[in-house]
């Protein structure tokens, strides 16, 4: 199998059944790669809506949009910032595809919260640097240590820097990892009021697929047998392998947003990213990426260093939802994170689990908003 054929549309790199996809036309217009995604999603609902930029330490120019009040446009009060990260190969478009009533970023700023959505490196609000660009090599030498180090502290500082508060913080997928990575070593939790975290990953031991196990290993084997693939991993190639039951069995999507999400999504990234995530995977251990023979070089070590959970500050407040039919956030993996965090404060961690969600419906589900951001809202409320 080529590595570059390998590529899927939702969320890690382990995939089923290969499907010959033509890009629809429609949804928005103009696109969100020519106006941003400000234009092209945000107002044309009515929001106001503001693109920001920021620099990362290595010279990633990120994208981020920003709904500072709610479609009434009505400011009262102190706004509290809310940050929102997507996961892997998907971008801030993330959180706006379904109506303004469910879609997270538009409900919470109906409720009285200032939203702001970050874009990881690669993706369309994010594809620029100082002075490389997207077809050099070197643009995507990146895992989701790279996010830690340095995405990660620069959305969160910009944000910080324009509201002069504390933020809440959202993540999905990924957007959990890097957030539980950065906190184990101490990062920016000064600066979060709190974090929640929808689908958490951190282990990934007990992903039910087995194909999707399969596929992993041959991803990462492939990969150690040819470095030559450490550059983009762009599923927007012919065929995406189309998953089935990967994600698990989402309930609850409406079959237009799946269109506009095949249309938006999935976004590039690294396939040293997707390596990373795959060594997850394979290892069951949350670490830094995987040199093999050349951690001694890097890390000083013969093994890569580990992220650890039990350092996650005890008092940072914190709520997880998962759902009892995620087989990427599988709920025995979520009871292994759990096992990190039993020195938590029990009244600065709320679990919230949903017994018939998987995946995407937390992002996309057209009851998300009953059944998981009203309560994550009442979690921000009471802090
Ligand atoms: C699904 O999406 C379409 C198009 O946005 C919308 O008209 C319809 O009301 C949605 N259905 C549900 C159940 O939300
Ligand atoms: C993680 O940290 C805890 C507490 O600080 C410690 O007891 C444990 O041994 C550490 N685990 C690893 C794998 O380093």
Redesign the pocket.
């Known amino acids: 199998m080529a590595l570059h054929s390998f590529s899927y549309y939702s969320q890690l790199p382990f995939i089923i059944i290969i499907f010959f996809f033509f890009h629809g036309e429609g949804g928005f217009s103009p696109s969100p790669e020519e106006v941003g995604i400000c234009e092209a999603v945000v107002r044309p609902y009515g929001y106001k809506c503001q693109e920001f930029e920021v620099t990362t330490e290595d010279g990633y120019i990120l994208g981020m949009q920003r709904i500072p009040v709610g479609r009434n446009g009505v400011i009262g009060g102190a706004r509290q910032p809310v940050l929102l990260q997507h996961g892997v190969l998907m971008d801030g478009m993330t959180w706006l595809l379904n109506s303004p009533e469910q879609s997270l970023a538009f409900v919470l700023a109906d409720n009285g919260f200032d939203v702001w959505i970050g874009n990881i490196r690669g993706t369309r609000s994010s594809n620029r640097h100082v002075s490389l660009t997207p077809s050099d090599r070197a643009y995507w030498a990146w895992s989701w240590d790279e996010l830690v180090e340095n995405d990660f502290p620069a959305m969160v500082d910009l944000v910080a820097k324009q509201t002069k508060q504390k933020l809440h913080y959202v993540g999905h997928s990924l957007g959990t990892l890097i957030a539980l990575a950065s906190f184990s070593e101490g990062r920016l939790v000064d600066k979060l009021r709190s974090a929640a975290l929808l689908c958490p990953i951190a282990y990934l031991d007990h992903m039910k697929t087995k194909l999707g196990i399969l596929a992993a290993r041959l991803f990462v084997g492939e990969i150690l047998s040819n470095l030559l693939g450490l550059a983009e991993f762009n599923p927007k190639g012919d065929y995406l392998f189309l998953e089935c039951d990967f994600t698990g069995n989402n309930c609850c999507l409406n079959g237009s947003t799946v269109q506009l999400f095949l249309q938006y999504e999935p976004q590039p990234t690294s396939t040293k990213n997707m390596v990373h995530l795959a060594q997850t995977f394979r290892d069951g251990a949350l670490t830094k990426y995987n040199y093999g023979v050349n951690n001694i070089q890097r890390y000083g070590q013969s093994t890569p260093p ?1 992220y ?1 959970l ?2 996650i500050p005890n008092s940072l407040p914190l709520y997880l939802s998962y759902g009892g039919r995620d087989s990427l956030s599988d709920t025995e993996d979520v009871e292994h994170l759990l096992q990190d965090l039993k020195l938590h404060e029990t009244d600065q961690l709320v679990l919230h689990y949903v017994q018939n969600f998987a995946h995407a419906d937390f992002i996309m589900g057209v009851s998300a908003k009953q059944v998981v951001y009203d309560s994550m809202m009442a979690f921000f409320r009471q802090i």
């Open positions: 580990v650890n039990s350092n």
